[in-house]
T-cell receptor
Framework: DSGVTQTPKHLITATGQRVTLRCSPRSGDLSVYWYQQSLDQGLQFLIQYYNGEERAKGNILERFSAQQFPDLHSELNLSSLELGDSALYFC?????????????FGEGSWLTVV | GQQLNQSPQSMFIQEGEDVSMNCTSSSIFNTWLWYKQDPGEGPVLLIALYKAGELTSNGRLTAQFGITRKDSFLNISASIPSDVGIYFCAGQLSGSNTGKLIFGQGTTLQVKP
């Protein structure tokens, strides 16, 4: 158990809908990261927050947004869902937000868009 | 964009054999992390490397941070059936002030009892 908690574990929704994925980082970690894993793309970095502020942005679609709340939990919002958004979404966390930090992953949220 | 080339893509070995996999890049990294992922689960951290030349072991696993800072390898000695899974290398780019990880494509390991 990495200490990173993600909910829900599985989600099935229809195209055009909106979903929210939730992440609680390890106790004491200030930074959270969101990654997308699909069969053809591998693990792709989406976005990073550090202590409530956006720290880095990857290939995150405009239909997706995220935030980190004062209690340090984070949410990833996916809207206008398309079939191609079906993937495993991972949250990860680290103590600090810079390089040289060890990053621990949650067990993921499996999103299926039908 | 930055890429990590991980090889081999897959391996099928006999229980008890040693395994070696590596990652290379044209970019310089200041952190290398090795993860193992089981189907439907999140990546589990195996070994973290922070300095060029660093050699670190975790049980039967040994990993090294290449001197050029552009590569890393992971060795597994005396493989057992529970070593089955997908192994990923991941690195943090030198010059980056974020913790963003770039991942290799993964090495799928199968162990025959």
């Amino acid at each position: 158990d990495s200490g990173v908690t993600q909910t829900p574990k599985h989600l099935i929704t229809a195209t055009g809908q909106r979903v929210t994925l939730r992440c609680s980082p390890r106790s004491g970690d200030l930074s959270v990261y969101w990654y997308q894993q699909s069969l053809d793309q591998g693990l792709q970095f989406l976005i990073q927050y550090y202590n409530g502020e956006e720290r880095a942005k990857g290939n995150i679609l405009e239909r997706f947004s995220a935030q980190q709340f004062p209690d340090l939990h984070s949410e990833l919002n996916l809207s206008s869902l398309e079939l191609g958004d079906s993937a495993l979404y991972f949250c990860a966390s680290s103590v600090e937000g810079g390089r040289g930090n060890t990053i621990y992953f949650g067990e993921g949220s499996w999103l299926t868009v039908v | 964009g930055q890429q990590l080339n991980q090889s081999p893509q897959s391996m099928f070995i006999q229980e008890g054999e040693d395994v070696s996999m590596n990652c290379t890049s044209s970019s310089i990294f200041n952190t290398w992390l090795w993860y193992k992922q089981d189907p439907g689960e999140g990546p589990v951290l195996l070994i973290a490397l922070y300095k060029a030349g660093e050699l670190t072991s975790n049980g039967r696993l040994t990993a090294q941070f290449g001197i050029t800072r552009k590569d890393s390898f992971l060795n597994i000695s005396a493989s057992i059936p529970s070593d089955v899974g997908i192994y990923f290398c991941a690195g943090q780019l030198s010059g980056s002030n974020t913790g963003k990880l770039i991942f290799g494509q993964g090495t799928t390991l199968q162990v025959k009892p």
